[in-house]
T-cell receptor, first 113, second 112 residues
Framework: DQQVKQNSPSLSVQEGRISILNCDYT??????FLWYKKYPAEGPTFLIS?????DKNEDGRFTVFLNKSAKHLSLHIVPSQPGDSAVYFC????????????FGKGTKLSVKP | GAGVSQSPSNKVTEKGKDVELRCDPI?????LYWYRQSLGQGLEFLIY????????KSGLPSDRFSAERTGGSVSTLTIQRTQQEDSAVYLC??????????FGSGTRLTVV
């Protein structure tokens, strides 16, 4: 039973437009959420995170929104660039800063020039 | 080194053979994690080492899987009597006591 769900396996967006990647979770005890980006043949790299006490965190073109009541978070990339094409994983963690991350299955983003 | 190093990068093995996958974490990182990604799946947690504490083995899929971390540094993931369903990319990550996971590039294991 998946605790972190990314229901869209793929997303295609035109360069310059907004990309919105969605993630739902089931465990209300998660207190930290992260997004990772993965290129083929490379390990995932950390992109942005958000604590459960916040509802928004912004870093340049990347913004993560958290809706705790809906157990939903989203990653917005604006403007999207071809170099953003990758697989994006949503992850959550219990109990603060230690322990294992629980990942979703990922969404493959393709940004068309 | 500057990053997490995994070896080999690719491994093809015959069904029934044992394999060892190696992870060199970032120096000074006390936490080390193993994950695997099977085709079309997300990252599946396998095992977690934190300092000198007993490892969290709750993600290991069967008793054919084991892992060690020697001297609080290098880790080896061993899969005995490999099966075709073990084919996946095995990823290692390390972090300091916080959330700063850094992943290696992974070992792509193919069991034929």
């Amino acid at each position: 039973d998946q605790q972190v769900k990314q229901n869209s396996p793929s997303l295609s967006v035109q360069e310059g437009r907004i990309s919105i990647l969605n993630c739902d979770y089931t465990n209300s005890m998660f207190d930290y959420f992260l997004w990772y980006k993965k290129y083929p043949a490379e390990g995932p790299t950390f992109l942005i995170s958000i604590s459960s006490i916040k509802d928004k965190n912004e870093d340049g073109r990347f913004t993560v929104f958290l809706n705790k009541s809906a157990k939903h978070l989203s990653l917005h990339i604006v403007p999207s660039q071809p170099g953003d094409s990758a697989v994006y994983f949503c992850a959550a963690i219990l109990g603060g800063s230690q322990g294992n991350l629980i990942f979703g299955k990922g969404t493959k983003l393709s940004v068309k020039p | 080194g500057a990053g997490v190093s995994q070896s080999p990068s690719n491994k093809v093995t015959e069904k029934g053979k044992d394999v060892e996958l190696r992870c060199d974490p970032i120096s000074g990182h006390t936490a080390l994690y193993w994950y695997r990604q099977s085709l079309g799946q997300g990252l599946e947690f396998l095992i977690y080492f934190q300092g000198n504490s007993a490892p969290d083995k709750s993600g290991l899929p069967s008793d054919r899987f084991s892992a060690e971390r020697t001297g609080g540094s290098v880790s080896t993931l061993t899969i005995q009597r490999t099966q075709q369903e073990d084919s996946a990319v095995y990823l290692c990550a390390s972090s300091p006591t916080g959330l700063g996971y850094t992943f290696g590039s992974g070992t792509r294991l193919t069991v034929v």
